[in-house]
C-alpha cells in the first residue's frame, strides 16, 4: 500500500484534496481526520501540516507527500522534488517599510522576521550577509509596525497583505513556489511500490494536462492542411479523417486552453471551419 502525505490546513489543502479526488482517489470527508485509506488504489492519505510533510516523507515512513516547494527547502529535509503541481503559487520576497531598504547588502545589521528561517537564513549566508533572523510563525507583515523587526520576508501571492501592513517588496525574489509532489532523495527505483508510485504520478499528470488543454476538432480544405497542423500540431501529432465531402478533411488534436481562442481565429481566416473546442476530463499521456 502507497502511502502519501497531504497538506490537512492553509492554503495547500483544499486544492491538493480537489487534484487527489479528480485523479480519482477517495479523500477525507471531513477536516478531523487524520488518516483514510483507499483499498481500491491501495493508497493510505495521511493529513498531516504541510510544514512537517517533507520531514516525515525523508524519514522513509512515508512514499510521497505533497507541500510546497518553500516548504521543502525552508525544511532542509533529505527529500526532493518530482512534480510540480501548479497551485499554490507564490514567491518569496524581503519586504520593509517604503525606502527602508534597496536590496540584499542593506540587509547588513538588520533584524529579519520571517516563518521561514531556514530559506532566509541560507539566503543571506549565500550572499554573505550578517544580519538576526527571527521566526514567527505567522502574520509577519506586522512585526514591522510592533518593532520586532526592520525587515520581513515572506510569501507573496497578490501583495494584498503587505499593501495593508504598508510595506514594499524590495531586491531580487528569493524564490517562486508553486505545491510539489515530494520522495526521499535516493528513494527513486528503490521501492517495492515504485510501479504504484509512477501511476501515481502519471494521474496527477493526467489532471494536470486535461486542466491545461482542451481537444480542438475543425474541418478544412485539403489544400490548407499543412497551414492548419502548424496551428494545433497537438502534442504527438493530430488525428487527420476524411469527410465524405471530397477535398475536406477532419482534424483533430489537443491544445493549450489559454490559447484555443486565438488558435480557433487563425484556423477560421485561413478556412477551417466547424471549429469546436471540448474540456478533457481526464488523460493518459
Ligand atoms: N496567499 C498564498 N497564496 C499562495 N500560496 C500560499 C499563500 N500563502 C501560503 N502559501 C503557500 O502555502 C504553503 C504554506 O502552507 P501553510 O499551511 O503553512 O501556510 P498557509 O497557507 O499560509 O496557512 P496558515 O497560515 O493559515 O496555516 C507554502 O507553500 C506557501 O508558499
Ligand atoms: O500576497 P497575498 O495575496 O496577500 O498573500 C500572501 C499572504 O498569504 C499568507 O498569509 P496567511 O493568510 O496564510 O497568514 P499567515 O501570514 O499567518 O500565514 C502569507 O503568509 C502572506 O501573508
Ligand atoms: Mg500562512
Known amino acids: 500500500m502507497l502511502r502519501i502525505a497531504v497538506p490537512n490546513k492553509g492554503s495547500l489543502s483544499g486544492p491538493a484534496a480537489e487534484m487527489l479526488h479528480e485523479a480519482g482517489y477517495q479523500q477525507r470527508r471531513e477536516s478531523k481526520e487524520l488518516r483514510i485509506v483507499d483499498p481500491e488504489n491501495e493508497v493510505e492519505f495521511f493529513y498531516l501540516r504541510p510544514r512537517d510533510i517533507a520531514i516525515y516523507v525523508a524519514s522513509g515512513r512515508l512514499d510521497l507527500g505533497i507541500t510546497g516547494r518553500d516548504l521543502l527547502i525552508d525544511s532542509g529535509a533529505d527529500a526532493e522534488e518530482i512534480l510540480p503541481l501548479g497551485f499554490a503559487r507564490s514567491t518569496f520576497r524581503f519586504a520593509a517599510k517604503p525606502n527602508a531598504a534597496n536590496g ?86 528503490e521501492e517495492a511500490d515504485e510501479s504504484k508510485v509512477q501511476q501515481f504520478l502519471r494521474r496527477l499528470q493526467g489532471v494536470l494536462v486535461a486542466r491545461t488543454y482542451v481537444m480542438m476538432d475543425y474541418d478544412c480544405r485539403v489544400e490548407q492542411l499543412e497551414k492548419a497542423v502548424a496551428l494545433t500540431p497537438g502534442l504527438e501529432s493530430p488525428t487527420v479523417s476524411p469527410l465524405h465531402n471530397e477535398g475536406w478533411v477532419a482534424v483533430r488534436a489537443m491544445v493549450p486552453a489559454k490559447e484555443a481562442q486565438r488558435i480557433m481565429d487563425d484556423l477560421y481566416a485561413i478556412g477551417a471551419r466547424a471549429i469546436l473546442t471540448t474540456a478533457i476530463h481526464a488523460c493518459r499521456l
Not at 520581513?152 to 510595506?167: C, F, K, P, Q, W
Not at 515530494?182 to 527505483?189: E, K
Open 104 to 189: 540584499i547588502q542593506d540587509l547588513k545589521g538588520k533584524t529579519v522576521a520571517t516563518s521561514y528561517e531556514g530559506i532566509v537564513a541560507g539566503h543571506l549566508a549565500d550572499h554573505g550577509i550578517d544580519a538576526s533572523v527571527v521566526h514567527l510563525d505567522g502574520a509577519v507583515e506586522t512585526a514591522i509596525q510592533l518593532g520586532v523587526a526592520e525587515v520581513i520576508a515572506d510569501v507573496v501571492e497578490t501583495g494584498t497583505s503587505l499593501r495593508n501592513a504598508g510595506l514594499e517588496v524590495f531586491g531580487e525574489p528569493i524564490m517562486k513556489s508553486e505545491a510539489i509532489v515530494i520522495r526521499r532523495t535516493g528513494a527513486d527505483g
